[in-house]
């Protein structure tokens, strides 16, 4: 067969997504898989399960990175992957898509007798979601150096739970050493999650970077009294103070324009009564942008705000940095690539960063990298409701499979 006329099996793909969207399934469409929790063990030994099937070679690694490779060839593999564990309240694409999209790929030119002139293999990461463990994209950061697995094992999660007791507990704690074996490129598949292709009418994006990001936790601490009877006054109210940054991100995206994105997204009180002023107020700050000094200037002006809160309010507020990453640029010759298949295929294509953070942006630091959109239904995401159309995530994969082909015959010099 000729590799132009090579299509990867639709219903195989769809069946593979339900499969893995079972585990930890929320019942209302959507999908729990915290990383590292016993629902992470079981879809990884499903995706395992699926590796061991099409005879890849699988190695785990110290931070518990899976990757599965078809050894044809020679030289250094042409890698895709992503992530399968989820938010909280994750749909059943963002980074699961990406991983059975790989195992489709190479499933593919396996049945078709197409022989790739290198190996070509799929990833899994550890921990891309950061909903549990802080930074995101913490496997692939790993794997690519960019954090000691020492540190990154003794990571704490929101749980209190440490990532190696994790790692160890469901058995991913493997032995291959990190850093990772430098791919010679890699491309990773992803739903967009925002709604810029569906509303603009594409059908696929050749993705050329992704924006910064700024994770902070702000603890506040104030003095906790009696709801009834402390004057207004003389109140050092850390729900207050939390409020007041919450509504001020607002008013920084608004002033910075539309590459700036801030979230609060989870805030705790203590001790979390109706008729007591609390003590203390813990809070995460989200914020992103395109832009790295407009970033270093959302920042600037959040840690002034603080300080004039703790003089009005006479509370004090201390800062931790949960993840901090500049944006990133995409290889140009990999997007140009990525791009041309996006044509190929008939379908629109357009250019865009992504708004998401995701596992390609850490292999990046290593390898010719790029990636891969497919349009999400009213760009909705970590949400139960994320969907894609099935037209859709195929038409994506065949264009990974091209990319992925073409990626293996091209020399970077
Ligand atoms: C990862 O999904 C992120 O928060 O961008
Ligand atoms: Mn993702
Ligand atoms: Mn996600």
Redesign the pocket.
């Known amino acids: 067969m000729k590799s132009a006329e090579l299509a990867i099996n639709s219903d195989r793909m769809m069946q593979r997504i339900s499969a893995l969207a079972d585990i930890g399934s929320t019942g209302d469409g959507g999908c729990c898989r915290l990383a590292l929790t016993e629902e992470d063990r079981i879809g990884r030994d499903l995706v395992v399960s699926w590796m061991n099937d099409l005879g890849l070679d699988i190695s785990i690694d110290a931070i518990g990175n899976v990757v599965g490779t078809w050894n044809v060839g020679s030289g250094k593999p042409v890698m895709t992957g992503s992530h399968i564990d989820t ?1 909280r309240t994750g749909g059943i694409y ?2 699961n898509y990406g991983v059975i999209a790989g195992l489709e790929v190479i499933q593919t030119c396996q049945e078709s007798g197409i022989t790739p002139v290198r190996p070509l293999s799929v990833a899994f990461f550890t921990d ?4 549990r463990f802080s930074p ?2 913490l496997g692939s950061l790993v794997y690519a150096g960019g954090l000691g697995i020492e540190e990154a094992l003794n990571i704490v999660g929101i749980d209190g739970k440490r990532v190696g007791d994790e790692l160890q507990n469901i058995s991913y704690a493997g032995s291959t050493p990190c850093p990772g074996e430098v791919p010679h490129a890699f491309v990773e598949i992803h739903i967009e ?1 925002g709604p810029v292709l569906e509303a603009e009418g594409f059908t696929l994006g050749a993705v050329t970077g992704v924006q910064g ?1 700024s994770w902070q936790e702000v603890t506040i601490q104030g003095q906790s009294n009696h709801a009834g009877t402390t004057p207004m006054n003389l109140r050092h109210d850390p729900a207050y103070v939390a409020a007041m940054l919450t509504v001020y991100l607002r008013e920084i995206a608004e002033r910075f324009g539309e590459d700036q994105v801030c979230t609060v997204g989870k805030i705790d009180l203590h001790p979390n009564l109706i008729n007591v002023i609390p003590s203390r107020a813990t809070l995460t700050l ?1 914020m ?1 942008n395109t832009d790295e000094d407009s970033l270093v200037d959302a920042e600037r002006l959040l840690d002034t705000f603080c300080f004039q809160l703790e003089q009005d309010e006479g509370v004090s507020i201390s800062k931790r940095t949960l993840a901090r990453f500049e944006p990133v640029q995409f290889d140009e010759r990999v997007i140009e690539i990525v791009e041309r298949h996006c044509l190929s295929s008939g379908k629109r294509v357009r250019r865009l960063p ?5 596992d390609a942006q850490m292999l990046a630091r290593v390898c010719p990298s790029a990636m891969i959109f497919v349009p999400s239904k009213k760009g909705i ?2 949400n139960p409701a994320e969907h894609t159309d099935v037209d859709d995530l195929v038409i994506g994969a065949n264009v990974l499979l091209h990319v992925m082909l073409e990626l293996a015959d091209t020399v970077f010099s």
Request: no cysteine.
């Open positions: 938010v963002d980074g891309e979601e950061g909903a995101d994209m999650q990001i989200d992103r992504s708004g998401a953070g995701h995401s970590h």
